[in-house]
């Protein structure tokens, strides 16, 4: 998860560790809802199952405020991670 952490710190600009203790429930949480409601089991060892959490995450953490769904390319990534058996 660490790996996970520092993308998604990244992709959203933070340098600092201020945040990380709800970035990480935000990734956590990410992989439960991925896992207990899509019946998805990640690989974090593969980097396409990882830029997906990543992305993912990413996506819930800047719109955490908003009423608005989930982008159609992430929607169609988890449509193909499940249809190709993330399982």
């Known amino acids: 998860?660490?790996?996970a952490l520092k993308l998604v710190k990244t992709q959203?600009?933070?340098s600092t560790q201020t945040r990380d203790d709800y970035i990480?429930?935000?990734l956590k949480g990410t992989v439960n809802e991925l896992k207990e409601i899509q019946g998805l089991n990640l690989d974090?060892?593969?980097p396409?199952?990882?830029m997906f959490l990543?992305?993912?995450t990413v996506w819930r953490y800047n719109?955490?405020?908003?009423?608005?769904?989930m982008p159609e390319?992430?929607?169609?990534?988890?449509?193909?991670l499940m249809v190709h058996g993330a399982k």
């Open 48 to 50: 396409q199952h990882l």
């Open 1 to 3: 998860m660490d790996i």
């Open 24 to 26: 990480e429930a935000v």
């Open 63 to 69: 719109s955490k405020d908003e009423e608005v769904g």
């Open 44 to 46: 974090i060892e593969n």
């Open 54 to 56: 990543v992305d993912y």
């Open 73 to 80: 390319r992430l929607h169609w990534r988890l449509r193909n």
């Open 12 to 14: 959203l600009g933070i």
